[in-house]
């Protein structure tokens, strides 16, 4: 029931609106955006005169330049300018409501007590973000920390056939025992002479998720090694343990193993 598998691996992200999901972004760039997208907004409050043409134009100044490489791209450089876009329509929403409420010049702007516990509460919310971002932070700079030459095999020191790889792979990758493949590779081996050592080592392939997500981003290693493990499963009669092997291959349709682990009836 084995299937020859072929895994490679590429480096591609899918993206959340216009960035990676990978990226971190800190910084008050954003909200200062907003801030002077608001104002703008604001200052057709002003009567028409050479003073509010000055003030909308020292407001583009600023915000002109900060979304100008929206035209050819979502980010340039080190700086987050989905950020800054976003800003940008929050402020233009916010400016828009206090010139709707605002409607008299020697009138204070209304609603100040709603405006007061707004501004509490997104402090409070920025405050838990904050501490949320660094608790969520700290795994994926460890993760970040994690470097290929200390924990993976050379590509060229692994054996082009599969076979051969098996049989080796205490010799080439008796120095990594973190890389995957080791492991992939001593499950191989020891299928159908040794399936308790096999099922082990194919879970050990698939549970290091720091070194599957730092070097293996696009699921071209995790997939076939966690197939693998679902046609041993199912040699084993052991179907339910296989549907839950299984999973992430279903809920993946457009991946490489989906088509295998469906018809052996593990998607259903």
């Known amino acids: ?8 691996f590429k480096s591609e992200h899918g993206r959340i609106y216009l960035n990676p999901p990978n990226v971190v972004s800190v910084g008050a760039s954003g909200a200062i955006m907003g801030l002077l997208a608001a104002a703008f907004v604001m200052t057709f409050r002003m009567p028409e005169s050479r003073e509010r043409v000055y003030a ?9 330049p900060s979304l100008l490489p929206l035209a050819t ?9 989905a950020a800054h876009v976003g800003g940008v329509v929050a402020g233009i929403a916010i400016g828009l409501v206090m010139v709707l409420f605002w409607h008299s010049e020697s009138q204070r702007p209304r609603f100040r007590s709603v405006a007061s516990a707004l501004a509490l509460l997104g402090c409070l919310l920025l405050t838990t973000s904050a501490f ?6 700290t795994p994926l700079v460890a993760e970040l920390r994690l470097r290929a030459k200390d924990l993976l095999v050379d590509d060229t020191d692994i054996p082009k056939d599969s076979q051969e790889a098996a049989e080796t792979v205490d010799t080439w990758g008796k120095d990594k025992p973190r890389d995957p493949r080791v492991h992939l590779y001593r499950g191989l081996r020891a299928l159908g002479h040794d399936n308790a050592e096999a099922e082990r080592e194919l879970r050990l392939a698939t549970s ?28 084993l009669n052991r179907k339910a343990d296989a549907i839950e092997e299984a999973r992430p291959l279903c809920s993946d349709r457009q991946g490489s193993e989906f088509e295998h682990v469906d018809q052996l ?4």
């Open 132 to 137: 949320a971002a660094v608790r969520h932070a």
């Open 208 to 235: 290091d998720k720091a070194i599957l997500h730092r070097f293996f981003t696009d699921g071209k290693f995790e997939a076939p090694a966690r197939s693998i493990l679902c046609d041993l499963l199912l040699d």
């Open 73 to 81: 791209t979502a980010s340039a450089g080190k700086v987050d300018y």
């Open 265 to 268: 009836g593990l998607c259903h």
């Open 1 to 8: 029931m084995l299937h020859d598998t072929t895994i490679r």
């Open 56 to 64: 909308q134009g020292q407001v583009m100044r600023f915000l002109v």
